[in-house]
């Protein structure tokens, strides 16, 4: 099977314009793919969008609570995060 050129993020900023209001005939020659591969895509991908959304936003939520615990955890311990050296006391 043939793999596709797009992403699957590509894939879902292109419907989110289709949804947007922007014309399929508009999508297809700036993109470049075909209406069979758009109708493929809005099947497989539409119930997916908002998912992949909170997926991301979950991601994001973590990555910033683990910076948080980190800086928290070299301030406790007292050492400079950005010189890697000891605070003097």
Not at 6 to 12: D, G
């Amino acid at each position: 099977m043939k793999k596709s050129k797009f992403s699957e993020s590509q894939i879902v900023i292109i419907l989110k314009e289709a949804e947007a209001g922007v014309s399929l005939e508009d999508l297809t020659r700036q993109h470049g793919f075909s209406k069979g591969s758009f109708y493929k895509w809005k099947a497989k991908y539409s119930g997916m969008i908002a998912s992949i959304f909170r997926v991301n936003v979950w991601n994001m939520m973590l990555l910033v609570i683990r910076v948080i615990h980190a800086d928290y955890n070299a301030i406790k311990h007292g050492y400079d995060r950005h010189c890697k050296s000891a605070y003097l006391k």
